[in-house]
């Protein structure tokens, strides 16, 4: 079953609108339509919210998709989104939750670093 079916799917389960599911996720309903759609895709974390907030394991939402994620640095450089498209032969479990875990370590990061800018800034001006 695709992601976009899957998430259709669990939606209706809810009995939830796909407003309601924006909102949860803190994104517009356009965008979250978009990824029912399979106009785009969900970057790694709003995957992550996706499985919080349906109640499923991370695995069991994209199970479809880990054998044809193409993790390749050129896919990725305009692109916040997983790239669906290449197959390669397999993405482990435990490589999923250290992509997850870099990501969140890195997001940490960029607020870190946003904070220490401000306050320079604060005392420089």
Known sequence: MSLETKLRKLREQKGWS???????LEISQSAYNKW???QAKPTLPNLQKLAEIFEVN???LVQTQILKIDIS????EDSQSLIFGSTINTISPEL????????EQMAKLMKNQSKLIESLLKNNF
Do not use: R
């Not at 640095?73 to 990725?76: L, S, T, V």
């Not at 999923?96 to 990501?103: A, E, G, H």
């Open 58 to 60: 991370f695995l069991d």
């Open 96 to 103: 999923i939750s250290k992509i997850l875990d870099n990501q």
């Open 36 to 38: 029912e759609t399979g």
């Open 18 to 24: 796909q407003m309601d599911v924006a909102h949860q």
């Open 73 to 76: 640095n050129e896919k990725f």
